[in-house]
């Protein structure tokens, strides 16, 4: 199972983001992710420096949000949804980007059950439970 670091996730997004401005070939990955990064030019900034990024603090307590964990929910989902993973995530999330009427709002929605997912699983210490997270998405 790929287990990728903090700062493997940052050097990812912000090697995506130069090979595109470079016109570069990208892997199937890195295409998905610049498909997300042009939809978030806020992050332009912080996806310029790979070095600064490595070394930004997005803590809570600082109160901005962390792009890099944004981008890559979003890349989790998209496979979520890509492979039906859990089991009745497409159709949920189909079923929501016809409601909100945008796929990108549908992956924000997405995004905070995913966020109850996993601070459960956490706080309870039991697996991710799947069919509770499909059932968030449903209630969107």
């Not at 978030?40 to 930004?56: F, I, M, S």
């Not at 989902?77 to 039906?84: H, K, L, N, V």
């Not at 997405?110 to 991710?128: A, D, F, H, K, V």
Request: charged share 25%; proline share 6%; with cysteine.
């Amino acid at each position: 199972m790929f287990n990728p670091s903090q700062d493997d996730v940052r050097r990812f997004f912000c090697g995506t983001f130069a090979k595109h401005r470079a016109n570069q070939i990208l892997t199937p990955l890195e295409a998905i992710a610049r498909d997300w990064l042009m939809q978030h030019p806020e992050y332009d900034d912080a996806l310029r420096d790979a070095e600064a990024a490595l070394e930004t603090d997005y803590s809570v307590e600082k109160g901005q949000s962390n792009p890099f964990l944004h981008l890559s929910m979003h890349l989790s989902i998209s496979e979520q949804i890509s492979i039906d993973q859990p089991p009745g995530i497409r159709a949920a999330y189909l079923a929501l980007a016809q409601r909100r009427g945008s796929e990108h709002e549908a992956h924000h929605d997405i995004m905070e059950c995913l966020g109850e997912m996993i601070w459960s699983s956490q706080r309870n210490g039991t697996p991710p439970d799947g069919a509770a997270y499909v059932d968030c998405v449903r209630k969107k």
